[in-house]
């Protein structure tokens, strides 16, 4: 793999990493020497050791051109291992309740030094969409936690390296900064660094150095912020008197879960209104203010012509769901790809999405913003969501009944775009893979065939691009063993095994299934290897020949935790999940195997198959509400 290293920009990124964290910490980087080691099937994307760090290769080292989303979420995770040297070994929790001051700062600070010390000046908006939706997600599910939560014993910290350690942990953190403003919160953090180095602390210690640079008790906001769990929703309350707001609040929601919380959370946060001007949505006017209890008023918008957009959050201050009223709705469904700031556009993108979660939009309206909007959208981290989330859309939330219609519409859609994109751009390249993913008709399995041979202008079709074509053609039974066998014996790499072993798993026959399914429960096999079958497993348009394995799966994995290692035995559980198998039937299987053989699983075990039945309890749901 030396030859495909690009030393140049792991590097510059290095460097300017070192820079901003010693500047903004105030303190040297503390240690002798500083080591990025490429490790072949590393189990975690990457790790830090005091003075090194450890990275799963295929982060590191690229062996063909990649999205620039890539190359950026290379720089976030440099810069998140860099930033633990501080946050972690400079300074250590002294329990693992306090496992937030380590990844929930290095994430945080990870993102703040892409964005202002490297060339991805975007990169809120890759937050947004990418781990601000993880974190989303993980906090509307029955597991979610505290930020600062209780670590009895080893197992309950194995649990909580989670979207809520990290990602909601770091989106709080931006709250934070808002509440006390930034300069105080630098001043807070290097006087925590100059009295704590080579110590042991606690969130008391940290918030004892913010308080003091802020002359701001932060007591109340720990409690509500960092002490309970869930997502509040913030609503717009509108008069409208003719064609002028007569008066703006903002309705906050307590979260649905935890069951029965009552939690109004205090939300330092900016309310914005925007116009629709010629074939641009522009920023009219943006208010800053302090959001707190069931209802605040805005009155500096009333009086004011209504808006195109009304964006509560705007500039993602703070952590929470939002609705917009219909207008804005309505701007949102025919705009949303023509809006100038690209934090913005991500905001309306995650809160669309997660209204259509919620069942309040249909699979088909969303697939209609979608194709609207992406047109105009050019921060392919975000694309690259959007289109996940389009496929989740159709396989997961749409009626059984709709289902063949939307997959025709979004591959339709998908194919339109790819051939009106830039040549050789990373968008090209992103919808090319999504149309193939998505492809159901023989003349779009022939088109596929058409871009693993070149058609698509200014495409390059290196090594990683055939392989997203032939596992495409694979999983629609458009391809024979013996041509899989010979594109391996044309990449016989490690790599190449991998996406090798993924086609044929997704072979939609049930030999290819078989052989998969004991390969990844009864083989001591590598961890990329076992990751790439389960990938190929899982193949939602297979959903029919996935169910025989229901009943395997829940007699399988006690055994299969008892017997492989933790990070082994948690990609099984949560990648082989019948997660396509959408039916009552499933989701009895699983509340059957929790009430019986699982009662007394281990915990993060329970966690795991709890969180899966809750995606499917939330798929059936959408599904009947529209």
Request: with cysteine; hydrophobic share 45%; proline share 3%.
């Amino acid at each position: 793999m030396a030859q495909y290293l690009d030393p140049d920009d792991i590097f510059l990124l290095t460097k300017q990493g070192f820079d901003h964290f010693e500047k903004t910490f105030g303190l040297a980087y503390p240690f002798e020497k500083y080591d990025q080691i490429a490790v072949v099937d590393f189990n975690f994307g990457a790790m830090e050791n005091a003075g090194a760090v450890t990275f799963r290769e295929d982060l590191l080292v690229f062996r063909s051109h990649m999205p620039e989303k890539m190359y950026m979420s290379r720089a976030n995770v440099i810069l998140h291992e860099m930033a633990h040297m501080w946050f972690g070994d400079l300074v250590t929790m002294s329990w693992w309740d306090d496992l937030w001051l380590n990844e929930s700062f290095a994430e945080f600070m990870a993102y703040l030094a892409m964005v202002e010390a490297t060339r991805f000046t975007g990169g809120w908006a890759g937050f947004n969409s990418e781990r601000k939706n993880w974190a989303y997600r993980q906090d509307q599910l029955i597991s979610t936690h505290p930020i600062v939560a209780d670590m009895v014993d080893i197992e309950a910290v194995n649990a909580n390296f989670d979207g809520i350690t990290y990602a909601k942990g770091a989106s709080v953190l931006q709250q934070l900064v808002a509440h006390v403003g930034r300069d105080n919160f630098i001043t807070g953090l290097q006087k925590y660094f100059a009295k704590h180095a080579w110590g042991n602390t606690t969130l008391k210690d940290l918030f004892d150095q913010l308080e003091a640079a802020s002359g701001r008790s932060l007591d109340s906001w720990a409690a509500t912020w960092l002490q309970t769990a869930g997502v509040n929703t913030l609503r717009p309350e509108l008069t409208i008197d003719g064609d002028t707001y007569a008066s703006v609040a903002i309705k906050q929601e307590a979260p649905l879960i935890p069951a029965g919380s009552t939690e109004l959370r205090p939300h330092r946060l900016a309310v914005a209104l925007y116009d629709i001007d010629g074939d641009s949505v522009k920023l009219r006017t943006s208010v800053e203010l302090d959001v707190a209890g069931a209802l605040t008023d805005v009155p500096q918008f009333a009086g004011q012509k209504v808006a195109d957009l009304l964006l509560i959050n705007d500039r993602d201050l703070s952590y929470a769901k939002l609705r917009f009223d219909a207008r804005s709705l309505t701007t949102l469904k025919t705009h949303l790809g023509k809006i100038a700031d690209p934090l913005t556009r991500a905001l309306c993108w995650a809160a669309v999405w997660d209204m259509h979660r919620d069942g309040q939009i249909s699979s088909s309206d969303f697939l209609d913003i979608a194709f609207a909007g992406l047109p105009g959208e050019n921060d392919d981290a975000v694309v690259n969501i959007v289109l996940t989330q389009m496929y989740t859309s159709v396989e997961a939330y749409t009626p059984d009944s709709a289902r063949d219609q939307m997959r025709l519409k979004i591959a339709n859609g998908l194919d339109a775009l790819t051939k009106s994109s830039a040549s050789g751009s990373d968008l090209q390249m992103l919808f090319a893979r999504a149309f193939a993913q998505n492809a159901v008709t023989a003349e779009h399995i022939n088109a596929v065939r058409g871009l693993l041979n070149g058609s698509a202008p200014g495409f390059i079709v290196d090594a990683d691009q055939r392989w997203f074509f032939i596992i495409a053609l694979s999983e629609r039974g458009a391809i024979t063993k013996e041509e899989l066998d010979a594109e391996l014996a044309r990449d016989n790499t490690t790599s190449g095994n991998c996406f090798h072993e993924t086609a044929v798993a997704a072979s939609p026959t049930v030999e290819a299934k078989n052989y998969a399914w004991n390969k990844i429960i009864n083989e001591d096999i590598q961890t990329s290897v076992r990751s790439a079958l389960v990938v190929g497993f899982q193949r939602p348009i297979q959903r029919e020949l996935l169910a025989s394995y229901v009943d395997q799966y829940f007699d399988s994995i006690i055994t299969v935790w008892e017997s492989k290692s933790y990070e082994g035995a948690s990609k099984i559980v949560s990648g082989l999940y019948p997660t396509w198998v959408l039916s009552q039937s499933t989701i009895d299987k699983t509340t059957s195997w929790l009430d019986t053989v699982g009662k007394d699983a281990p915990t993060v075990l329970r966690k795991l198959v709890t969180e899966a039945r809750d995606g499917l309890l939330r798929a059936v749901n959408v599904q009947s509400s529209k």
